[in-house]
């Protein structure tokens, strides 16, 4: 794998990350099941990231969106 490749790559790994953690930590059934599930050392370092999520959520999107706009 070149790192042109790995340019193109990784922007919507960087979007796909910030998603799944934004569906994850504002959806009260798997926060539920996290808290029920999860010792609270690991829900606390889990809901950390919730900050983290929101903004590779909006990094990646329009990263990825500019990476689509200038390989048309």
């Not at 999520?53 to 999107?61: D, E």
Request: aromatic share 16%; proline share 4%; charged share 10%.
């Amino acid at each position: 794998m070149s790192y042109q490749e790995l340019d193109l790559i990784f922007p919507f790994i960087v979007f796909i990350y910030g998603s799944l953690m934004t569906l994850i930590l504002h959806s009260e059934t798997l926060m539920k099941l996290a808290e029920k599930k999860l010792p609270p050392t690991l829900l606390f370092q889990f809901k950390t990231h919730r900050l983290m999520g929101s903004i590779c959520l909006f990094v990646g999107f329009f990263w990825s969106l500019q990476n689509l706009l200038l390989t048309l």
